[in-house]
């Protein structure tokens, strides 16, 4: 079992920058995929980006290709989401997920752990 705290959010404008942070207990940390979703207001939690265990490769939703990074710091036992250019449909609570086993990257259903969130508020 792993437990996830996310840290980071805030309130920026259109074009601003902000990096959440991940931070997960246990000595185990290398052993987890870890992934980024997000919420927005009536809508469903939808992928962001993820990682692989050893920080070599990762994967980003369409939406935030080119703006967004996702890296990890395994002696840190944490994850990191550094967002550029942020737009206004950024807009959401981003949720930081966790799992040994992870077939399908994107799907919300594949990770076992989540944090509980941190709000990202991008105004116009």
């Known amino acids: 079992q792993v437990q996830l705290v996310e840290s980071g959010g805030g309130v920026v404008q259109a074009g601003g920058s902000l990096r959440l942070s991940c931070a997960a207990s246990?000595?185990?940390?290398?052993?987890?995929?870890m992934g980024w979703f997000r919420q927005a207001p009536g809508k469903e939690r939808e992928f962001v980006a993820s990682i692989m265990r050893s920080g070599g490769t990762t994967y980003y939703d369409d939406s935030v290709k080119g703006r967004f990074t996702i890296s990890r710091d395994n002696a840190k036992n944490t994850v990191y989401l550094q967002m550029n250019s942020l737009k206004p449909e950024d807009t959401a609570v981003y949720y930081c997920?966790?799992?040994?086993?992870?077939?399908?990257?994107?799907?919300?259903?594949?990770?076992?752990?989540w944090g509980q969130g941190t709000q990202v508020t991008v105004s116009s």
């Open positions: 246990g000595r185990t940390f290398i052993t987890y995929v």
């Open positions: 997920a966790a799992d040994r086993s992870v077939a399908q990257v994107r799907v919300v259903g594949e990770y076992a752990w």
